[in-house]
């Protein structure tokens, strides 16, 4: 531990490829995010130890922040003055602005991202899928970072003419997935379900991908469109 | 003052009309807020007595949230349990899903609105204004509320199909409007200029006012267009 830490690195014991080199995965976050009480070092999960895919024996969580943070089969974690130097952190998961490219790049000049933009995704139906015509029911979730809460989801069956509110059902804290479900009424043919979510601070999300555009493909909260067939 | 007091009602000597009934303006807004170090009362500017037009005597300043709030010309502040019954605080500045009208409005479930959307807007050159075609330096403010502060701004001559990161040349605090600038090349003809800010939280601005449609007509964050001509 260095005197004046202000970082904390958790490093695992997977191994990755970066680059053709072989490199422990390893990632760091503020001292102070990492002294929040929703930062958590986990070992089980509801009730039964953390199964290997999750992390076992011992995963990271850091609610709010993209999953690259929560480290999972972790070994060790330090404390020091400055972030982690891993190319999973030095290099990976950083923003850059629509005019830099693969060529023009400077990773060193890229914002680390940490926590998520509010996001909303439908799950039932799912795409391609066939449902009979009528009150039908409709499921996701919605999700955000550090910001205000969300607050409001709705969904579009019209080409984003008309929005009705969905009902949260579920939210077992303000950094959760939160669920929700909402029932409209469908009429025969292809049908294109659009969803989107809004915080307390009124943000919502953009409509399109594509101003979202960044050379790393990092970030892309648009709005979530599912086509489904009405018969 | 209530013994359990939750929020703070500040009365203006300003009176308005509302729904043809004559009332003082009046606002409140959380205890908790009230009592954050940035939220303050105003009886200077620029070390001048405040201006009438600014709220001489005295003005309530409250950043980060939407003008409303910061009652000009005050008289009087209570403590109390409860948000303003006032018409201002009670009906107005409420923010409404899209499948509500003014028909189908129940006032009591709007949702108050008090902190700002994250927003942008080009103030120099201005709409219907000939430049010289060549490097052309492109003026504005940037603005959002309790979230993160404003990290980015970008300017599109393009039709949003490439983006220029501006420089942020001035913010005197993380709620003060945030001023950039950049110099693109404009080549002759019509040209429409759009900018958009993001956040530390990588949030952005919706790039259309059609989906923000509510029927207030409040927080439309969308994309900022001025067409100018070059010749």
Avoid at 17 to 31: K, T, W
Wanted: net charge negative.
């Amino acid at each position: 531990m260095e005197a004046d830490a202000r970082y904390v690195a958790f490093t695992s014991l997977d191994e990755a490829q970066f680059e053709g080199e072989r490199v422990s995965y390893e990632s760091s976050i503020a001292l102070e995010k990492a002294l929040s009480p929703d930062v958590l070092l986990a070992y089980e999960m509801n009730d039964e130890p953390l199964a290997p895919e999750h992390g076992f024996p011992l995963r990271v969580i850091v609610p709010g922040y993209i999953g690259a943070r929560s480290v999972k089969w972790l070994r060790e974690i330090m404390l020091q003055e400055h972030p982690s130097t891993n190319p999973y952190q030095a290099r990976d998961y950083k923003l850059f602005p629509p005019e830099i490219t693969a060529k023009t790049v400077d990773w060193s000049r890229g914002k680390t991202i940490e926590d998520l933009t509010l996001n909303a995704a439908i799950t039932t139906p799912q795409e391609g899928e066939t449902v009979a015509a009528g009150p039908t029911r409709i499921q996701g979730y919605a999700i955000t970072g550090e910001g205000a809460p969300v607050e409001r989801v709705e969904l579009s069956v019209d080409g984003a003419k008309t929005w009705t509110t969905a009902t949260i059902v579920e939210r077992a804290d303000p950094h959760a997935w939160c669920f929700w479900e909402v029932t409209v009424a469908l009429s025969p043919g292809d049908c294109q379900m659009i969803v989107r979510a809004w915080d307390a601070s009124r943000q919502t999300q953009p409509e399109d991908m594509r101003p979202l555009w960044n050379f790393k493909g990092y970030m892309n909260n648009a709005w979530h469109r599912v086509k489904i067939h009405v018969s």
